[in-house]
């Protein structure tokens, strides 16, 4: 956990980190607030080219009113470009999928100065209680975390249900102790860093998997062994990366965030906690009201950029397994070329010499398996015309599900929520047409770019068919989204 902070690593951040480069930019004051308005406080992740260059121009043209036009001379298509150099490293300049226009993403060192700076802004007071008690509460749950007698893990759950009881006498006596306005304030502040502070960890996962992207390529690009080794060595990079306590932890906490319980209770504490007096004091950032579902965007948008990585390598495979071929197809064609030319051009004295004809090759996989001999048994009797009539009202009790009534459900339940898991919109819609209309829901959230399949998480769906057995189907948790 411990980082030297000696002479030769802060000389080398100094010259190489762009956190550092952005802090002593001549031009910071331009940088660092327009960056931290459009994309750390509305928590943007990606913005278009044009998009960007039109923020930019109003900056500068404010800022050229106020302090005159040689200010800031250069235009903000420059500036912008500027900053995504790789001597600056503040922007991320990347062109998405199916677009020619160019976008731009804030990196991680870049936000990290910007906090830094945000850091030095005078607040309106320091709390330290909050953070004892929080440093209380972690060393606590470390030592009954991993404390392994069952007797002492027993006797501090007594002390804790002893502790509660006691204050539920002490209220029911009339003892009711609040937090002051004080309390509140300094547990409100903290966990309003703590919740920005997040948001700023995504953007560093995210990044994380972009460097393990980039120096895959490379190792692929200078490989010279077996391809078969090469993947292993991949996929055990890859493994390791979400093995490892940065992979657990953004596991951990994306399944907590997942949950719609979770949720909910986030909603309304967050309702709860701005409907207090000493916050509204604080004039707080109405943004925060929401930031669980940024929390929630941000963490897609990093598990798509996963997956596009993922998509994006496969197809580097793939384009390194077609020059392959094509190098093999060249070695045959060669072969062709110097076979022509030497029956063309026949040389003198022996030019082969071969035991048979033609070699007589014999693959072990080409051997057929064993199939014992059919035995056809013939009956001693004529076949008979049936004359019994066949029912065929089998063929037009065919179930068909409408999946337009089904999509109106789904709708008419988001009307009051963000999201609602499958199992939640079977509870208030019972399946009327069995695994049929179950399927037909799985279809409809397979083609919804919002619904989310939880792998982690299951939901338990019962029904009772036409013959009045009831059928229980365990399945991963489906979520539709509004």
Do not use: C
């Amino acid at each position: 956990m411990t980082h030297s902070l000696d002479h030769e690593t802060l000389t080398s951040l100094r010259r190489s980190h762009p956190g550092w480069r952005l802090l002593v930019a001549d031009h910071a004051p331009l940088v660092a607030p327009f960056l931290h308005r459009v994309f750390v406080a509305p928590n943007v992740r990606g913005m278009s080219g044009p998009e960007l260059v039109s923020k930019l121009e109003d900056d500068l043209f404010r800022l050229r009113e106020s302090h005159g036009e040689g200010i800031y001379p250069r235009r903000a298509s420059e500036y912008l470009d500027d900053w995504a150099h790789d001597s600056r490293g503040w922007l991320r300049k990347y062109y998405p999928v199916g677009s020619d226009e160019p976008h731009f993403d804030l990196t991680p060192a870049a936000e990290k100065a910007i906090g830094w700076l945000e850091s030095l802004t005078k607040r309106a007071f320091i709390g330290t209680e909050s953070r004892l008690l929080t440093v209380f509460d972690l060393l606590r749950q470390l030592v009954e975390g991993s404390e392994t007698d069952p007797e002492t893990r027993i006797g501090e759950l007594e002390k804790r249900k002893a502790e509660i009881d006691a204050e539920i006498a002490g209220i029911r006596n009339g003892e009711l102790s609040v937090l002051d306005e004080t309390a509140v304030k300094d547990r409100f502040q903290q966990m309003a860093a703590m919740a920005r502070e997040l948001l700023a960890d995504f953007r560093e996962v995210e990044q994380n998997f972009r460097s393990l992207d980039r120096a895959t390529r490379e190792k692929i690009a200078l490989w010279d062994g077996g391809k078969g080794d090469l993947l292993d060595s991949i996929f055990g990079e890859r493994d390791a990366i979400a093995d490892s306590d940065q992979g657990r932890s953004f596991r951990a906490f994306w399944d907590f965030l997942m949950s719609p319980e979770k949720q909910e209770e986030l909603t309304t504490l967050l309702d709860t906690v701005f409907g207090l007096r000493p916050v509204q004091t604080l004039a707080p950032d109405v943004r925060l009201k929401r930031i669980h579902y940024d929390w929630l965007e941000a963490g897609e948008h990093t598990q798509r950029t996963v997956a596009l990585l993922s998509q994006q390598l496969r197809r580097f495979l793939d384009d390194q397994a077609r020059l392959e071929n094509r190098r093999i197809m060249q070695l045959l064609r060669d072969i062709e070329a110097k076979a022509l030319t030497v029956h063309q051009s026949p040389t003198r004295g022996t030019f082969m010499e071969i035991d048979d004809l033609s070699p007589t090759l014999e693959l072990p996989m080409e051997r057929t398996l064993f199939s014992p001999p059919l035995k056809v048994s013939i009956a001693d009797q004529l076949l008979i015309e049936g004359v019994e009539p066949i029912d065929a009202d089998a063929l037009y009790d065919q179930v068909v599900v409408d999946k337009a009534r089904l999509l109106v459900q789904i709708r008419h339940t988001l009307r009051t929520r963000d999201q609602v898991t499958l199992g939640e919109l079977i509870a208030d819609h019972p399946l009327q047409q069995g695994l049929a209309e179950l399927v037909a829901y799985l279809s409809i959230a397979g083609n919804d770019r919002k619904a989310l399949f939880d792998e982690s998480n299951h939901d338990r769906v019962q029904w009772t068919a036409d013959d009045g057995i009831s059928r229980i189907v365990r399945m991963p948790r489906v979520i539709f989204n509004r």
